[in-house]
């Protein structure tokens, strides 16, 4: 049970941190290394936990995140046309909105994780299907450009974020790495760094060292940590392909670490945030959307004071989406399987009743 705590209250950071992230890239001049450092870590470790928590993968989660997505697609393009980001509605469904890349990506791990269940018993197909996976994944954005331009050929809306086909693969090892993590490695990494002054020094030296490294190259690595640009975007002259990649990665997982011993496993308001982050990260762009249009005030701040609101905005909309009232009332909508399952079993309840009153009223 304390260990389930622990992980919602890391979840909890991790939510806080991608409303935050999103809130300064509406005005980032001056910010641009703090949204980088967010952005390095905070979705492979949300995806990390997302494996981690799929040792039963089933079919109905699939079909509840596929019907997440086109319910909240539909209405982000109703939304995004009265917030004032399009001229028109449009009912786009190959291209996701902002943060609803996650719930594709999400949805087609989960599918994964079923099929490396199945062939589980079948160790050297398995291991064949991680290897070229892995692969894949790794080799994913050195290939995209030149995929996309030969598909475009034959579909010209076709792009790298396209049911956010290229993050699927770019972030997928940290799903495996999270999805073959047993409890007991998970509770080595926890009793690693055991005492509060080495998890001080060595998150606090590893921001530094990272800071700097960012500060050197802070017009490419935010093109990198997105993860759904092709190779073009963020080449660094003199740097190869695998050295940048390996970067990405390492840097990811050293994120991972150090937030899983850094957050404890007492129960807080990042509790909550943790239990609801789901409600979190469906809702929050509300509040974003409508300030990439109207964003004039806060870029006449200076960077501090940006950093100031664009927190206590993070602080508030958090507050508000993770509260038990709200996620009392949007229940059935981020969990549609479930409003379906009650609907099924009431239906069939009620084709039990007039069968039992035809039966018995039968002369």
């Not at 260990?3 to 999103?22: C, P, Q």
């Not at 190959?94 to 994780?113: F, N, Q």
């Not at 490294?213 to 017009?219: P, S, V």
């Not at 759904?228 to 840097?251: A, D, M, P, R």
Request: aromatic fraction near 18%; charge should be positive.
């Amino acid at each position: 049970m304390q260990k389930d705590i622990k992980l919602n209250n890391v979840k909890g950071v991790l939510i806080f941190l991608v409303v935050f992230a999103h809130l300064l890239g509406v005005s980032k001049s001056g910010l641009e290394n703090m949204i980088e450092i967010i952005y390095s870590f905070h979705m492979p470790a949300f995806i990390f936990l997302n494996g981690y928590f799929s040792k039963r993968p089933s079919i109905k989660k699939v079909i509840n995140l596929i019907l997440l997505y086109v319910i909240f697609q539909t209405f982000y393009c109703v939304y995004r046309y009265y917030a004032g980001n399009f001229s028109v509605i449009q009912f786009t469904y190959g291209s996701p909105h902002t943060h609803l890349w996650y719930i594709v990506s999400l949805g087609s791990w989960y599918a994964l994780a079923i099929i490396l269940k199945k062939i589980n018993v079948r160790k050297i197909l398995q291991a064949a299907l991680l290897i070229l996976l892995l692969g894949l994944s790794f080799y994913s954005r050195f290939y995209a450009d030149q995929i996309i331009d030969f598909i475009k050929i034959y579909y010209s809306n076709m792009h790298t974020q396209t049911l956010s086909i290229l993050r699927t693969f770019v972030f997928l090892p940290f799903f495996l790495a999270g999805f073959y993590c047993s409890k007991d490695i998970m509770n080595k990494i926890y009793s690693s760094l055991d005492k509060f002054k080495f998890k001080l020094f060595f998150t606090l030296s590893v921001s530094v060292l990272v800071f700097i490294i960012l500060d050197e190259y802070n017009d490419k690595f935010d093109q990198l940590f997105f993860g759904f640009l092709g190779y073009q975007k963020f080449h660094i002259e003199n740097l190869s392909y695998t050295g940048i990649v390996l970067f990405h990665y390492s840097l990811a997982m050293l994120g991972i670490y150090l937030i899983l011993n850094a957050v404890d496993a007492s129960k807080s308001k990042l509790t909550q945030w943790g239990e609801n982050s789901l409600a979190i990260f469906l809702f929050h762009m509300i509040f974003v959307f409508p300030l990439f249009n109207h964003n004039s005030w806060l870029n006449e701040q200076n960077p501090d004071t940006r950093l100031i609101i664009c927190f206590t905005m993070a602080l508030g909309i958090t507050y508000l989406f993770g509260s038990r009232a709200f996620n009392r009332i949007v229940k059935y909508i981020i969990y549609p399987m479930r409003y379906l399952e009650i609907i099924y079993a009431r239906l069939l309840n009620q084709t039990d009743r007039n069968d039992e009153y035809k039966k018995r009223h039968i002369v």
